[in-house]
């Protein structure tokens, strides 16, 4: 999952079909980018950075959420 773009989505106040709306996507596209099951190309990426006001290479991190603090399963 992309923990990072879930959050800066949520900061924004925005839901998944806003953000999905404001992207020009539809709302499965932007939900399998957050899961992090999809890419999405650069211009989706671009315009997610300045959304959220954050660089894209932050949000496009996936983090690992069967993973513990100290990295134990």
Do not use: P, V
């Amino acid at each position: 999952m992309r923990q990072n773009l879930k959050e800066a989505r949520l900061a924004a106040g925005m839901t998944q079909q806003q953000m999905a709306d404001e992207l020009n996507i539809s709302l499965i596209y932007y939900q399998k980018i957050e899961a992090g099951s999809r890419t999405g190309d650069f211009t989706i990426w671009d315009k997610l950075e300045d959304i959220t006001g954050i660089h894209q290479r932050k949000l496009r991190e996936i983090s690992d959420n069967h993973l513990d603090q100290k990295g134990n399963r």
